[in-house]
């Protein structure tokens, strides 16, 4: 995954990474479901 070779790179613990990519997923859900109940 991307997310991990950048990671690897800067070596940012792969736990912050996974908590990052929980934010940016769950607001591209809410903003789905918003869309959708529309």
């Known amino acids: 995954m991307k997310s991990g070779n950048i990671a690897g790179v800067v070596d940012v613990p792969d736990e912050k990474v996974e908590v ?5 997923a769950s607001v591209g859900n809410e903003d789905v479901g918003a869309s959708a109940e529309v």
Not at 20 to 24: G, I, L, V
């Open 20 to 24: 990052e990519a929980s934010k940016e």
